[in-house]
């Protein structure tokens, strides 16, 4: 990899000052942006581009160390320097880096070690603390996989093809992608791309999903003609999957608090010819309280800290502090509370999260099962990012009685 182009150095730029300084600017979102605005930037342009952006994100705590001082809006030039001469990427010497001492980096480069773990993944200081208190010396395994990029997988439209058929149709758009043992719609590309632009995309042939999301609509154990609420719905990736394994059968209330997320639910429910899903929008609590033991099967997707997939969204730990995750945990119980009631007698209900932290997890449905005797788990499973997707946690309860 190589920057040569001023102008693919400029984006990358104001592309991390939009996100490190503006508030609520995702990186996700800004990148997507930058990409539109330059149509004349070939493929190769915009994966350098992508993966310096995002590398840069990632590895910002660490670059920071190798630059002496912290990222503020008038030095990003030097962050982006000081990736450029770690990851040993080919550069033109722009007139952007002069009076940068490369030197000093190069010192600190030398050296070989950085001086802490927080450092050395890249994470802020209460983070590291955080999950070696959670997860015990496992936490920098799990740290190690979050900080690689992502795969992209694909998520089978069953209500229109097969993943054969899928790959077959990508491999004809040149688009090479292949089937995963043990996800039986899934379809992970052999390379990064752009998938949107593809025919199969626009024909509604599948969605972006990743693999351990998938396993959430399966361990819901949805049938054809029941009663489905997805409670924390948002854009609806997981409201679509359950659709495909209900084959359009039976109904699915997707809820959310977000007018926005639903009306894109709408909009990606019509590609994929899931017409089995009615959207409500939780204005105030008679929205729950008229669904109370009305629902065969329950999703709660709960808001969470995100941890599991920093792979994908590694600015979000620069976006969080303990104090977030503190108020999560407390949102994540009342909701537990609050939605489980939308459950029939005999109806069972997922809680999941992408979060990897316990407290958030297994020890959230403890509390609940301890405050409500009326409901038992019957399984849960947690999905580390070392095992190469995103991490999850998901626990199956029944409601007793």
Known sequence: MELIHRNLLIGIHDSLQETFFEDRKYADKVIERLLKSHKKWGSEDRKVVSEIFYNIIRWKKRLEYYMGEGVKPNNIYKLI??????????YKKFEEFDGIKVADI????????????????????WLAETLEKELGKNWEREMLALNEQAPTVLRT?????????????LNDENVEAFTIKNYPDAVQLAE?????????FKDGLFEVQDASSQKIGELLDVKEGM???DACAGAGGKTLHLAALMKNKGQIIALDI?????????RRAKRAGAHNIETRLISDNKVIKRLHEKADRLLIDAPCSGLGVLKRNPDSKWKIDQEFIERIKSEQQQILQDYSKILKKGGQMIY???????????????????????????KDEKI???????????????RDA
């Open 106 to 125: 190069l010192t600190k480069l030398k050296k070989g070690t950085v001086p802490t773990k927080a450092i050395e993944y890249s994470i802020p200081d």
């Open 81 to 90: 320097l000081a990736y450029l001469l770690w990851s040993k990427t080919h």
């Open 384 to 398: 580390m990012p070392s095992e190469g997707y995103d991490g999850f946690y998901m626990a199956l309860i029944k």
């Open 352 to 378: 999941a999260t992408c979060s990897i932290l316990p407290s958030e997890n297994n020890e959230q449905v403890k509390t609940f099962l301890s405050n409500n005797p009326d409901f038992s788990l019957i």
């Open 227 to 229: 009663r489905v609420v």
């Open 157 to 169: 439209n069953s209500l229109k093809t097969t993943p054969r058929e899928l790959i077959a149709d």
């Open 258 to 266: 977000y007018e926005w997320k639903l009306a894109e639910l709408k």
């Open 192 to 200: 990064k791309k752009n998938v949107f632009l593809t025919s199969a």
